[in-house]
């Protein structure tokens, strides 16, 4: 078993930043990537990036340029830089891990962000 906190969510004014964490944790496990996917009421959840065990990085269409993805393997946390944040980018965000060789995949509890003035 695999458990992720997340931690960072709040609210933020229009164009301001926030930076979101996911920390994993459990026994004997390896990552094989690790993101962020987020859900707004009544749309399906998106990916919002990931970031894989070779720091080859993916970002969705709506962040491309405002968010950027970072991951401190040594602690296997995983960190969301946002910027120029916008009333659409209020979701709530979740983590996730797919964990090598099964590619099992785990998700964090999620973290409410609220952009607006």
């Known amino acids: 078993q695999v458990q992720l906190v997340e931690s960072g969510g709040g609210l933020v004014q229009p164009g301001g930043s926030l930076r979101l964490s996911c920390a994993a944790s459990?026994?004997?496990?390896?990552?094989?990537?690790m993101g962020w996917h987020r859900q707004a009421p009544g749309n399906q959840r998106e990916l919002v990036a990931r970031?894989?065990?070779?720091?080859?990085?993916t970002y969705g269409n709506s962040v491309k340029g405002r968010v950027t993805i970072s991951r401190d393997k040594a602690k296997n946390t995983v960190y969301l830089q946002m910027n120029s944040l916008k009333a659409e980018d209020t979701a709530v965000y979740y983590c996730?891990?797919?964990?090598?060789?099964?590619?099992?995949?785990?998700w964090g509890q999620g973290t409410q962000v609220t952009v607006s003035s």
């Open positions: 996730n891990a797919r964990i090598s060789p099964t590619l099992a995949v785990y």
């Open positions: 459990g026994r004997d496990f390896s990552i094989y990537d």
């Open positions: 970031i894989t065990s070779g720091d080859t990085t």
